[in-house]
């Protein structure tokens, strides 16, 4: 199992700044997942993060609007730059064991842009 | 591409009865693994179930169990028993070549 704290837990952040959220794994992990989850819907995958290269996007999100930092095994951070009331979502950080096996969670992060 | 339709928005039940949720998928994929996935209003997702496609036997966990029907892509969640906790957005998801999709969700009440 893997035990996931993310940071901040939410946040009301002003149109056209950028916000920061942080994750943390109490193990090593190859892979870190980003997904948003807009209000009422299901998860998207934004990138997928790997420690020592640039993370995957995919399609429809781009590195300039949510740069990604892997900086080693056990952490990640998302940036969502830029934002407009439609970044408003929650978003949550996510690993796994390898293909196949159980995904766990942050507790993600709502984010509200004004 | 994988998709994954959960095609109940909602679903309610009454508390210690029984409860289908639904889900259909669709994969390119001969080797992918199935899920469903339990998120509480603490926003936590929680594993509930997991299946894997070559296996023909249905996964039992506990009150939950699944039917699996893999000629017709489908994948329901049974849960028996239905307790208070169980009060979720229950979201089915595919697991094809290292990526996960997830269905739209289905938000389960339970009825005291």
């Known amino acids: 199992s893997a035990v996931i704290s993310q940071k901040p837990s939410r946040d009301i952040c002003q149109r056209g700044t950028s916000l920061t959220i942080q994750c943390q794994v109490d193990?090593?992990?190859?892979?870190m997942f980003w997904y948003r989850q807009q209000p009422g819907q299901s998860l998207t995958l934004i990138a997928t993060?790997?420690?020592?290269?640039?993370?995957?996007?995919e399609s429809g999100f781009v590195i300039d609007k949510f740069p990604i930092s892997r900086p080693n095994l056990t952490f990640s951070t998302l940036t969502v730059s830029n934002m407009s009331p439609e970044d408003s979502s929650i978003y949550l950080c996510?690993?796994?064991?390898?293909?196949?096996?159980?995904?766990?969670f942050g507790q993600g992060t709502r984010l509200t842009v004004v | 591409a994988q998709t994954v339709t959960q095609s109940q928005p909602e679903m309610s039940v009454q508390e210690a009865e029984t409860v289908t949720l639904s889900c259909t998928y669709d994969t390119s994929e001969s080797d992918y693994y199935l899920f469903w996935y339990k998120q509480p209003p603490s926003r936590q997702m929680i594993l509930v179930i997991r299946q894997e496609a070559y296996k023909q036997q249905n996964a039992t966990e506990n009150r939950f169990s699944v039917n699996f029907q893999k000629a017709a892509k489908s994948f329901s969640l049974k849960i028996s028993d239905s307790q208070l906790g169980d009060a979720a957005m229950y979201f089915c998801?595919?697991?094809?070549?290292?990526?996960?999709?997830f269905g739209q969700g289905t938000r389960l009440t339970i009825n005291p």
């Open positions: 993060a790997n420690q020592g290269s640039e993370a995957t996007y």
């Open positions: 996510s690993v796994d064991n390898g293909r196949g096996t159980e995904a766990f």
């Open positions: 998801a595919c697991e094809g070549a290292q990526k996960l999709v």
């Open positions: 193990s090593q992990v190859t892979m």
